[in-house]
């Protein structure tokens, strides 16, 4: 029986590879991890400390593309409404290996105690997997998490300086506020979307270009 967490390079899956090495031991654990190609840098080194603590390689599958490729290609920005990214960039690399396995195994998540209705659809939407919520089990938060990483000696990742998860950036599932974060300490990653909203001709905010949330800011 295989263990695969899917790692995602934030707190809550880190934690949770911790908790499933030592329910489960090392040997069958696999930290399955799909890159966007748009993390903050010291997600890297996150990732490399996270493996020594447990004793455990991430392994990558990629799609072979990361998120400023996918939106070329697919001459559309992904939205809040339409996150297409996070099917082709993530659930579908993770599909295609688990087709590679030949065994039974598990697939356990970093949701926490407040996303139980998230826990719930990922279930229906999924209902050839098994599946293990780890932290919800044990009723941790996000919060819970990063502190249970602290202690641990594990440096978070960067961007939770700057913002609540460690997604891509900019994270197209992000609003206003998450937006201005982006533009007041990731400039060139905020205008380089602004110019595809641009090209495109459509925003990824559903009221507000992000040119003009800039002037609003200003
Ligand atoms: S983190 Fe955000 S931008 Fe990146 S794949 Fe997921 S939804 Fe898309």
């Not at 993390?39 to 998120?67: K, M, W, Y």
């Not at 998540?109 to 999924?126: M, P, V």
């Not at 990731?186 to 380089?192: L, N, S």
Request: proline share 5%; charged share 30%.
């Amino acid at each position: 029986m295989k263990h695969i967490v899917l790692y995602s390079n934030g707190a809550q899956s880190a934690y949770t590879s911790y908790l499933v090495a030592k329910k489960c031991g090392r040997k069958n654990l696999v930290l399955l991890h799909n890159p966007t190609g748009a993390e903050h840098p010291d997600s890297e080194r996150f990732a490399d400390d996270i493996s020594e603590l447990i004793g455990v390689q991430i392994t990558e599958i990629s799609c072979g593309i990361n998120l400023w490729e996918l939106i070329e290609k697919e001459n559309f920005i992904p939205n809040p409404r339409a996150a297409f990214c996070t099917r082709m960039l993530k659930v579908e690399p993770a599909r295609k290996y688990f087709k590679t396995l030949n065994e039974p195994f598990t697939v356990y998540l970093g949701y926490t105690k407040d996303e139980k209705c998230r826990a719930e659809r990922f279930i229906k939407a999924n209902p050839d997997l098994n599946v293990m919520f780890p932290l919800i089990e044990k009723d941790l938060s996000a919060e819970d998490a990063k502190k249970k990483l602290l202690k641990l000696g594990i440096k978070l990742p960067e961007s939770y300086l700057y913002f609540q998860h460690n997604n891509c950036i900019p994270c197209v599932k992000g609003g206003k506020s998450y937006f201005k974060q982006v533009l007041k300490y990731f400039p060139d990653e905020f205008w380089k979307m602004a110019e595809l909203e641009k090209r495109f001709n459509h925003t990824v905010l559903k009221d507000i270009s992000l040119e003009k949330l800039a002037k609003e800011v200003a």
